[in-house]
């Protein structure tokens, strides 16, 4: 007999592997080659119908911080977008995302491979399995936890050889940085963190900011003058 409803399956796309996640059984992990369909290909056979949702290490995403023109109208978002990551990143070619309900203020934009979401859509029609959500790690850290972020701060998501930093003040998006590191640890992250603030314009630092750590080695290197820093629970 059939469920009455489809099972959700959570597939993570690490830096270097596939995390296949399912109730009631162990995490399967595979090694994450060069070829994206091949990779998925090897994942085992999944029930038809099944939700899918994929969340994509920040070593594989690309983000912005994006400023809207005055006058944008609706149908010239996806336009300016895919320019501002191709003037920055190259031609990729990008599958760009952006908060579709942020009009005004400043919002977060990010890029994934074209050839990574083609792979996945391709991969989900031939399993019969419903392609439910395709999500950068970074904003999904930052949307488990912002319950408990309040304020002006950053949060930096950390994960093997990389560290991500989305830096608000007064309830907007000031900066966002993702680079390579040696050690994904607070030392990086702190590193990081002076880096964005050197881009802030002279007498706009955030007032009693936190700097939120998500992820990775905790041990933590000398904050920038008036930061101290809250450890918390990295978002699964």
Known sequence: ???????????????DT????????????????????????????????????????DRHVRYLRLVW???????????????RFQAVFGAGPWAVLADRDAICLPSLGAALPAGLLDALTAFAAARRLR??????????AYNALRARIGGDGALARLESGRVTLGLWQDGQWRAVRSQPVAQADGAAAAACLATLLATLPAGEA???????????????????????????????
Do not use: K, N
């Open 1 to 15: 007999m059939s469920p009455l409803w489809p099972e959700t399956i959570h597939l993570g796309i690490s830096p």
């Open 18 to 57: 596939l995390r296949l996640h399912r109730r009631g059984a162990p995490e399967l992990r595979l090694p994450l080659g060069e070829d994206w369909a091949a990779s998925l290909a090897g994942l085992p056979a999944l029930p038809r119908r099944a939700r899918l949702r994929v969340c994509v290490a």
């Open 131 to 140: 392609l439910a959500g395709c999500e950068p790690a970074f904003p999904q």
């Open 69 to 83: 023109p005055p006058g944008l109208r609706a149908e010239e978002r996806a336009a300016f977008v895919s320019h």
């Open 206 to 236: 955030p007032s009693d900011p936190v700097l939120y750590l998500a992820g990775g080695d905790p041990a933590l290197a000398d904050l920038p003058a008036g930061w101290r820093c809250e450890r918390l629970e990295a978002a699964a």
